[in-house]
Nanobody, 123 residues
Framework: QVQLVESGGGLVQAGGSLRLSCAAS????????MGWFRQAPGKEREFVAA????????YYADSVKGRFTISRDNAKNTVYLQMNSLKPEDTALYYC????????????????WGQGTQVTVSS
């Protein structure tokens, strides 16, 4: 059974940092492309960051480029999202998932979503 469990969210002041973790079981993260998405109240889910299966390529939404970094630790079978210079508009529930489709920025390309971890940035 494939499962993803996100953690590391919390309340932080604007300008602060958080590191989100996405621990996988039932599937090896090193063999798959993966991504992070977020959804704020009343808004649609949106793409945040992703990496290719090899890990050689990374992709970011324009809104987080230069502030967020996606990475993975194959030994821990875990994917991370380092978030720096956080802004109130980054407040959302953050999810990770495995990518099976060709479009890295589209939610329908992903499967086995985790339950999410809440990030709240105060101004």
């Amino acid at each position: 059974q494939v499962q993803l469990v996100e953690s590391g969210g919390g309340l932080v002041q604007a300008g602060g940092s958080l590191r989100l973790s996405c621990a996988a079981s039932g599937r090896t993260v090193s063999a798959y492309a993966m991504g992070w998405f977020r959804q704020a109240p009343g808004k649609e889910r949106e793409f945040v960051a992703a990496f290719s299966r090899s890990g050689a390529s990374t992709y970011y939404a324009d809104s987080v480029k230069g502030r967020f970094t996606i990475s993975r630790d194959n030994a821990k079978n875990t994917v991370y999202l380092q978030m720096n210079s956080l802004k109130p508009e980054d407040t959302a529930l953050y999810y990770c998932a495995f990518r099976r489709g060709s479009d890295y920025y589209t939610g329908s390309s992903y499967e086995h979503w985790g339950q999410g971890t809440q990030v709240t940035v105060s101004s």
